[in-house]
């Protein structure tokens, strides 16, 4: 039980870590969601919310 519960937190831990850049901001990739609809850890609960593709991104 508590070795289930540590590798848990530990993965969680590694799951946070790669979702904040060096500074701590989050960095938000849209290159798997689909041009012209809402990304997926989005709502449109205030405004609408479309991804937008950019042929001058990196």
């Known amino acids: 039980m508590v070795r289930r519960r540590l590798i848990a937190i530990i993965g969680m831990m590694l799951l946070a870590s790669t979702?904040?850049?060096?500074?701590g901001?989050?960095?938000?990739t849209f290159?798997?969601?689909?041009?012209?609809?809402i990304a997926k850890e989005f709502?449109?609960?205030?405004?609408e919310w479309n991804v937008l593709a950019d042929s001058?991104?990196?």
């Not at 290159?31 to 609809?37: F, N, R, W």
């Not at 709502?43 to 405004?47: I, P, S, T």
């Open 19 to 23: 979702a904040f850049s060096q500074d």
């Open 25 to 28: 901001n989050r960095l938000w």
């Open 31 to 37: 290159d798997s969601d689909i041009a012209g609809e």
């Open 43 to 47: 709502g449109n609960d205030l405004g």
């Open 56 to 58: 001058t991104a990196p």
